[in-house]
């Protein structure tokens, strides 16, 4: 993907550009507000990744000229834990995201990846022989109907829509439970874990795969 | 005394003094020159109805008439006040209470000034007279006047006064401005004296207060409660750095050592891999406690507090719930969770979820068999939420120690956590205007179990249905 970043910080662009390129992206920077917004105008990219605090013209205000410009490239928004507050989150109601600094680099290309997959308007997910209607609610393996809770079929939807990326811990909390809670133990692992039991037990190839120090995808194989 | 001269309340005491006396002095100075002008005029009137009336029998009865009169009015007076004289063409006296004709000098024409002696009966001192003077016919000579020695006195003693009543006012003034200075001085030198006493470094100084309730006392007061709060904050941010100095410096140690000992080992490429994914995972616990602690140090800042909204608090309290529930049925514990159908507070929704997910969590990692019961109630203007277990509980204690910041009992070393979660839990209490607390779930039973009771004001208002979150809305048409 082409991706566009403007931070300010060198050693935090440094890292985000390593980062993206060794993961196979192509990255524009740009370390200051306006330049960024300059860019961001002319270019075309697949996903932008903004700091919140620059010099010169601060994130959320780029997002919004590009928005009123009728620009639609999904944003990931950096921030300070203290600065998200209502105004990042009512900016990125569209369906951007934000990433917490200091973030780790899975999760910031978990929730890119996620974020540009969007808008597929299917009424059935299928991921291997795994199954979902999304008109019905009803899920099958192999054409055996499984039995799952309303949250474990939003939680498996998710996975399904982001069917072979990495899907983080916190990005299952947010967009599953809807909360940005800290969870003390590991709650999350069980929830998949209840899940894996219902949809791979019995099966020889497993669907839902753990991926060490990052979190769950689900795949073919 | 220099100090003083160079203060506010000095400088405003002076001013007001400076004001004060020259109001007075300008008041005096006008009783004087009004008074004075009066009694003159008055002189100079009485004289001129004695003329009046004496003119009136010299017309009627000539010379002798005027000699009957005068003698008569010399006779009815007590004190000689009025001096009348007659004299021939030669100025020998024929009439009068004058012994000669004076040796006077001309105030104005008609009007002479001349000195007046004491006599016998009279034990005044030597004065002045003021006097009109006329040509009769046959160039007999006609002398009216008042003895000024009255006015002169009245005069010296009217002077006296207003200068007396010029120096006590000054004096008065002056004495009175020093002392309410000094008075003020005395308080603001006291408290200054603290101030300069804590700017060393002695905290524990407060200023004296006397007692008298009024608006020094009442600064006073201020200024030890401001003191008390910043030295409570100043130990509660001492305490915080020691323990987190203490506490990520063990984390930081132990990331070093295994990094140090990879590199000693030559690890082939797999293992280096393993090793660095450790140390990851390490630098991730210490940041999960950084930002804890920033949470809490938001919460305590009151940094959220404008985000503050209504909010469904049975609503939280289930979705967290559900969040857990396989953890507790994982576990083999009952896990209950009773609450009101909607319970409206005015919160932070974020705080309130990790509050609720912070003592669920403690309760299911420290029970080990048995029951956790979650409830969420509206009792009047408070909301109660209570979180029971049948664990091994604390004892009463320790059971406001647990709540400060990276406080572990003994036994829980080896479960996972920080140390944060209760602290936070408070921090969102104070955040709220609630409380929280500690007790036994089961009293006098064994184990007692442990039941965290946490209140918060209750709020009117209705609440708007929460939308699903916005990921899940994007369902086909």
């Keep these: 993907m082409r991706i566009l970043v403007v931070e300010d910080d060198a050693e935090a662009a440094a890292y985000l550009v390593k980062g993206l390129t060794e993961s196979g992206h192509s990255v524009d920077l740009a370390a200051e507000g306006r330049s960024g917004l300059d860019r961001a105008r002319r270019g075309t990219y697949d996903a932008m990744i903004i700091d919140r605090m620059l010099p010169g013209l601060d994130g959320l205000s780029i997002i919004h000229a590009l928005r009123e410009a009728r620009n639609q490239t999904p944003v990931l928004v950096l921030s300070a834990l203290g600065e998200v507050d209502d105004r990042v989150k009512g900016l990125l109601a569209g369906g951007d995201d934000y990433v917490v600094k200091p973030f780790a680099l899975n999760e910031l290309l978990a929730r890119l990846a996620a974020l540009t997959r969007r808008g597929n308007a299917e009424t059935r997910l299928v991921v291997a022989d795994l199954e979902m209607d999304l008109l019905s609610r009803k899920v099958t393996r192999a054409g055996r109907e499984v039995e799952l809770l309303p949250r474990e079929l939003r939680l498996l939807e998710y996975l399904m829509r982001n069917a072979g990326h990495v899907v983080t811990r916190t990005m299952m909390l947010e967009k599953v439970w809807d909360s940005h809670v800290d969870p003390q133990t590991n709650v999350i692992d069980v929830h998949v874990g209840r899940l894996r039991q219902k949809i791979d037990k019995g099966f020889a190839r497993p669907l839902l795969h753990t991926v060490r120090g990052a979190g769950y995808t689900l795949r073919p194989e | ?477």
């Design chain 2, 1 to 477: 005394m220099l100090r003083l001269l160079r203060t506010n309340a000095f400088r405003l005491a002076a001013g007001y003094f400076a004001l004060f006396a020259a109001s007075v002095l300008a008041l005096l100075a006008f009783v004087y020159l009004s008074t004075a002008d009066f009694v003159e005029k008055q002189t100079e009137a009485t004289i001129n109805a004695e003329i009046r009336g004496l003119a009136t029998q010299y017309e009627q009865n000539g010379l002798h008439g005027l000699i009957d009169l005068i003698n008569a009015r010399i006779a009815g007076q007590q004190i000689r006040a009025t001096l009348y004289l007659i004299t021939d063409d030669r100025l020998n006296p024929i009439a009068g209470n004058l012994s000669a004709w004076p040796a006077a000098t001309t105030v104005r024409p008609g009007w002479i000034e001349f000195p007046v002696e004491a006599r016998d009966r009279d034990a005044r001192e030597t004065g002045s007279a003021l006097a009109s003077i006329f040509v009769l016919r046959d160039g007999y000579r006609l002398l009216v006047g008042r003895d000024l020695r009255d006015v002169t006195a009245f005069r010296s003693r009217f002077n006296h006064t207003l200068g007396w009543t010029a120096l006590a006012t000054v004096a008065l003034g002056l004495a009175g401005g020093l002392f309410s200075t000094r008075n003020i001085m005395r308080r603001v030198e006291a408290m200054n004296r603290t101030s300069e006493n804590i700017i060393r470094g002695d905290f524990s100084q407060r200023v004296a207060l006397d007692g008298s309730g009024d608006e020094f006392d009442q600064l006073s007061a201020n200024l030890n409660a401001i003191l008390e709060r910043i030295e409570r904050l100043m130990t509660g941010m001492r305490q915080v750095t020691e323990n987190i100095a203490h506490d990520l410096r063990t984390p930081l140690a132990r990331l070093r050592a295994r990094l140090e000992i990879t590199l000693l080992e030559r690890p082939d490429a797999d293992r280096s891999l393993e090793a660095l994914r450790e140390t990851i995972a390490e630098a991730d616990r210490l940041l999960a406690t950084f930002n804890a602690l920033l949470r809490i140090a938001e919460a305590e800042a009151g940094a959220r507090r404008h985000t503050l909204a209504l909010v469904d608090l049975a609503e939280i309290a289930r979705s967290m719930a559900e969040l857990y529930a396989p953890v507790a049925e994982e576990k083999g514990l009952a896990f209950t969770v009773e609450t009101d159908p909607v319970i409206v507070v005015r919160g932070d929704r974020l705080l309130l979820s990790q509050m609720i997910v912070n003592l669920v969590d403690n309760a299911l990692k420290y029970t080990s068999a048995g029951t956790v019961a979650l409830t969420a109630r509206r009792q009047g203007t408070l909301v109660r939420i209570e979180i029971a277990d049948s664990g091994p509980g604390i004892p009463a204690d320790r059971r406001e120690v647990v709540f400060d910041r990276f406080v572990r009992l003994e036994g829980s070393r080896s479960t996972p956590g920080n140390g944060l979660g209760l602290s936070l839990v408070r921090a969102v209490a104070t955040l709220h205007g609630g409380d929280v607390s500690l007790d036994d779930a089961y009293p006098g039973r064994s184990p007692r179990g442990l039941k965290a009771v946490f209140t918060l004001p209750a709020s009117e208002g209705s609440m708007a249905p929460r939308l699903p979150p916005v990921a899940l809305l994007r369902k086909p048409a």
